[in-house]
């Protein structure tokens, strides 16, 4: 399903079905990382590098343990 990506708005995938409360997103500019839906609800009310700050974030997390980066609302 086509989307606007949550942290830098470019056109981006929806990876189908979601899984549980996050969502799984493809983007060509931040690749492919998680969101969970109560960090999507507030992600919008953001400034782009507070949104881009929250991947950098989940994306070195990610690296420790080997799995898809996940943005939580907490990193929001
Ligand atoms: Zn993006």
Do not use: W
Not at 13 to 38: A, H, Q
Not at 46 to 53: I, N, Q, Y
Request: aromatic share 2%.
């Amino acid at each position: 399903m086509s989307i606007t990506c949550p942290i830098c708005e470019a056109e981006a995938e929806e990876k189908l079905p979601r899984v549980s409360d996050r969502v799984e997103i493809i983007c060509p500019m931040c690749l492919r990382f998680g969101i969970t839906t109560s960090a999507l609800a507030i992600v919008s009310h953001r400034l782009p590098e507070d949104r881009h700050a929250a991947l950098y974030h989940a994306r070195a997390i990610a690296v420790q343990d080997e799995n898809l980066p996940l943005i939580t609302a907490g990193m929001l």
